[in-house]
């Protein structure tokens, strides 16, 4: 592929693809993402190749509209499609703004219906994307005890505070939370392990966990099914964490959990989400950056 500016040409496709960060943190580091704005086009076949060749975790494709605010959107990671990306979904509805202007704009998934409104702020466009329903269980002591093992943790790092469970916003992701920091900050897995088993499971992240205070939390998201060893910005997860916190009565409603993500990796990352007293679905909010 050739660059130009913030965007890359493929060769083959002789498509546009535009580089936007979500999810950044006073407009620095966030979660890189490549947006194809008229992918209509694009066979399975293509948009793989295009997600391969960019090697973001995640490239989100859309298609022609529907109607003047409404667009088809699916996302591929190096490896496969995946139901739904919260981070290029801001990506590419923060790209939509520069072109259209900000609003609101629906998205067709394969997860179900995303609403998202762009607004100007003083870091650029923000985005607020409204998940699907979301819903959550209880994980299994074998699940528990497999993820832990390919973690390289042991029980006693585990915060009781907050049961381990398989939460969902479009996507699952086993939940664990951890007592130290530090022991998030060296997450050192195995990752064929885990890879397996997160295959297995159909899990799509794992959302490590430690609370600072009931309503600030470190995150880190470990991502082997996407090819990717790490997720610095997951909306996904942090969607389905929201709704794993209002379940689980774990917060008083409404109110908005901040998390904290990718500064282990150097790429800091800032997601707001706002959960409701009497809705599902989980509100995230984050900005996004063009990448030159």
């Not at 993402?33 to 859309?62: K, M, N, P, Q």
């Not at 530090?182 to 997450?187: P, T, V, Y």
């Not at 774990?250 to 409701?276: A, E, I, K, N, Y």
Request: aromatic share 8%.
């Amino acid at each position: 592929m050739t660059e130009s500016g913030n965007q890359f040409v493929g060769q083959q496709e002789n498509v546009e693809v535009l580089r936007y960060a979500a999810f950044t943190d006073e407009g620095t580091g966030g979660n890189p993402a490549g947006i194809v704005l008229d992918a209509g086009d694009l066979d399975e076949e293509a948009r793989l190749r295009i997600a391969a060749r960019l090697g973001y975790s995640e490239t989100a494709f859309v298609d022609e509209p529907r109607g003047t605010t409404m667009f088809r959107l699916r996302y591929y990671s190096p490896l496969a499609e995946v139901a739904f990306c919260g981070h290029a979904t801001i990506a590419a509805a923060v790209a939509l703004a520069h072109r259209d202007g900000p609003g609101r704009i629906e998205f067709t998934t394969l997860a179900g219906p995303i609403e998202v409104r762009t607004q100007p702020s003083a870091l650029g466009y923000a985005a607020t994307l409204t998940s699907v329903p979301t819903h959550t269980r209880p994980a299994t002591a074998e699940e528990v005890a497999s993820a832990l093992k390919s973690l390289r943790w042991s029980p006693d790092d585990i915060d009781s505070r907050y049961p381990a469970h398989i939460a969902f916003a479009g996507n699952d992701h086993l939940i664990l939370a951890v007592h130290s920091r530090d022991r998030l900050a060296n997450l050192d897995y195995d990752y064929d392990g885990l890879a397996l088993l997160m295959e297995q499971r159909k899990w799509t992240t794992l959302q490590l966990v430690h609370a600072h205070t009931p309503l600030l939390f470190s995150s880190r998201n470990p991502f082997p099914p996407g090819g990717i060893v790490e997720d610095p910005a997951t909306g996904a997860a942090a969607a389905a964490f929201g709704g794993y916190l209002r379940a689980l009565n774990l917060v008083d409603l409404p109110t908005r959990v901040t998390v904290m993500q990718g500064q282990d990796m150097g790429r800091p990352s800032r997601l707001l989400v706002d959960l409701s007293a009497h809705d599902d679905r989980v509100q995230v909010t984050g900005t996004a950056t063009a990448l030159l």
